[in-house]
């Protein structure tokens, strides 16, 4: 029996602002659908008179059995390097430069995470382009790896429009690979967390008549795309208790992200033997690690951004001699599924994760 508590929740989550304030508890109960433990909206930041919808972070709190938490999407003044905050209580965005909200949620203790870093589509006609351009400014979080909207997006255009609606969300491709390229090579200066989050926002009138399969209503994506964050104690119910208890593992990046639409991927393990540690710790040189896959898949393990083993298979132990970040990937059927933070390999007197 294992001695974490695994949940399941999404996160960038967004819905008309102007309509929030009715939308708490409609969200909660789509959660409740997907069985999600928590779900986090991300926001825009109002441009004009935020102080008007400061309110709203009042509202989190436990609908059903979800936990609906308020953060926020930050960007500059070109539209540009777009920040999920989660865990503040105000707004902190509205036109400041990355740095400048980072500098302030630092001192709240929020997590934040890159929004899609390679964030590109041309899905009617113009193209749009969302891209992170601070690798400099530090005091992130980490890193949105899995864009759900960019993935299906960015492949998509008016003339393909019904094959790719209708063959979703089978013809997800997985994460930008300049991503996880970049996500690899700043873990081997830092600790830095990945995430997938959804990007799903609430269709207009004429577009949701013509979801006949209802592949984009928020308890089907909600069922996609998900974080499974592992906790040394449980939820108890206590909204700020369990939020806080959220962000730690956010935090340390006690977590993994799946499309858990080709499959249900609750009991992924990958850690070492015992269970003392998992994703996002460090361990020692040759400390012996395991992966444990809830189904027979193809296993990816990547060391320092390079593939180092791959096989067709459920468990794998093996020997982490070298030192450095490694991490797992594996797929179902040929399709990208889930995706492990790293373990960091080092003496742990020096680590950089303490």
Known sequence: MS????????????????????????LGREGNKANLDFLVINSHTPKNNPSRYEKLFKKEGYY?????????ETDDRRKQNHLLVIGGTRWYGNRKESFQVLSEIKKEGCVSFVAHPEGVH???LLKKEYHWEDWETDGFTGIEIW??????????RVYNLPVR?????????????????????????????????????????????IDVKRNFRYAKIFAALRNHLLLKEPLNGNPQEDKKKILNALRKGNLFFANDLIGDSCGFYFGSEGEKFVMGDAVSADTALTV?????????????????HHEETEVKQFRAEKEGVYRVEARLKGK???????????????????
């Open 122 to 124: 041309k899905l009617f």
């Open 165 to 209: 609606y209708f063959g979703f969300p089978h013809n997800l491709q997985g994460p930008n690979p300049k991503t996880l390229s970049v996500w690899d090579a700043l873990s081997l200066k830092k600790k830095v967390v990945g995430m997938a989050g959804l990007d799903i926002h609430a269709l207009p009138f004429f577009f949701s008549l």
């Open 64 to 72: 059903g059995k979800t936990l609906v938490i308020k953060g926020e």
């Open 336 to 354: 990208p599924w889930i995706f492990s933070n790293h373990i960091r390999v080092e003496k742990l007197q020096n680590s950089l994760f303490d």
């Open 3 to 26: 001695s974490y508590k695994e949940i399941c929740g999404c996160i960038h989550i967004h819905f008309p602002l102007k309509r929030i304030e009715e939308t708490f508890e409609p």
């Open 147 to 156: 864009s759900m909207l960019f993935d299906w997006a960015r492949r998509t």
């Open 292 to 308: 444990k896959l809830p189904l027979k898949a193809e296993l990816k393990i990547l060391h320092n951004g390079h593939v180092v």
